[in-house]
T-cell receptor
Framework: GENVEQHPSTLSVQEGDSAVIKCTYS??????FPWYKQELGKGPQLIID?????GEKKDQRIAVTLNKTAKHFSLHITETQPEDSAVYFC????????????FGKGTKLTVNP | DGGITQSPKYLFRKEGQNVTLSCEQN?????MYWYRQDPGQGLRLIYY???????QKGDIAEGYSVSREKKESFPLTVTSAQKNPTAFYLC????????????FGQGTRLTVV
C-alpha cells in the first residue's frame, strides 16, 4: 500500500521567512496530493492540492511542487505570519480508485513574531 | 451551511465500556471515513464507506465497528476490545467519483478514565 513520509516533524521560523515542508510517497499510481492545515483542537482543513498532471500550483503565499519521477512533493509558504502556526499534513491518494487518503505524520510549524 | 458534524466534542469512557461517536454530513457526499489521530502519528484510517450499507476496514480497524444505514450518517463504535482508545477521532467525507476535496469534521476527543 501507499506510504507517505513527511519532513521535518517540527519547523520554527521567524515571521516573514519562508517555510518548506517535504513529503515522499511510495505508490507511483498515486495522482492526487493535498495539503491540510490543522489548528489546535480542530479538524484539518485543505489549504492547497495538486494533481499529477501539473508540476506546480500557487495560491497567494502558498505553493506546492510535485516531482513525479522522484515521487516527492513540497509545500512552500512565503512571508510567514504568526497565524500560519499550525500542524501541516501532506497526503496522497489515487483519485478514481479507492479514494483513500494516506497521510504523512505532520509538521508542527511555529512562526515566531 | 453544509458540513460535517461530529458529536460530542469531548467524550469520557470507563474501561470496559463501548462508546459511539456520531458523524453526520449534509454535503450529500457518497464516501465517509473515520481517522484516528495520535500525537506524532498523523492520521490513520479506521474504516471507510463508499455506499450505504457497505463499509471496509482501514489500517487500524481492530476494536472498532461502524454502520452506514443512511447516506448522511456514519457512526463509529469504540468497543472494549480496543486496548488504547484514548485519541482524537476525525470523521471525513468525499463526493464520488473522486477528484474532489475531502472535508473533515471538528473531531471528538475520547479519553478513557
Amino acid at each position: 500500500g501507499e506510504n507517505v513520509e513527511q519532513h521535518p516533524s517540527t519547523l520554527s521560523v521567524q515571521e516573514g521567512d519562508s517555510a518548506v515542508i517535504k513529503c515522499t510517497y511510495s505508490d507511483s499510481a498515486s495522482n492526487y496530493f493535498p495539503w491540510y492545515k490543522q489548528e489546535l483542537g480542530k479538524g484539518p482543513q485543505l489549504i492547497i492540492d495538486i494533481r499529477s498532471n501539473v508540476g506546480e500550483k500557487k495560491d497567494q503565499r502558498i505553493a506546492v511542487t510535485l516531482n513525479k519521477t522522484a515521487k516527492h512533493f513540497s509545500l512552500h509558504i512565503t512571508e510567514t505570519q504568526p497565524e500560519d502556526s499550525a500542524v501541516y499534513f501532506c497526503a496522497a491518494s489515487k483519485e478514481g480508485g479507492s479514494e483513500k487518503l494516506v497521510f504523512g505524520k505532520g509538521t508542527k510549524l511555529t512562526v515566531n513574531p | 451551511d453544509g458540513g460535517i458534524t461530529q458529536s460530542p466534542k469531548y467524550l469520557f469512557r470507563k474501561e470496559g465500556q463501548n462508546v459511539t461517536l456520531s458523524c453526520e454530513q449534509n454535503l450529500n457526499h457518497d464516501a465517509m471515513y473515520w481517522y484516528r489521530q495520535d500525537p506524532g502519528q498523523g492520521l490513520r484510517l479506521i474504516y471507510y464507506s463508499q455506499i450505504v450499507n457497505d463499509f471496509q476496514k482501514g489500517d487500524i480497524a481492530e476494536g472498532y465497528s461502524v454502520s452506514r444505514e443512511k447516506k448522511e450518517s456514519f457512526p463509529l463504535t469504540v468497543t472494549s476490545a480496543q486496548k488504547n482508545p484514548t485519541a482524537f477521532y476525525l470523521c471525513a467525507s468525499l463526493n464520488l467519483p473522486g477528484y474532489g476535496v475531502v472535508f473533515f469534521g471538528q473531531g471528538t476527543r475520547l479519553t478513557v478514565v
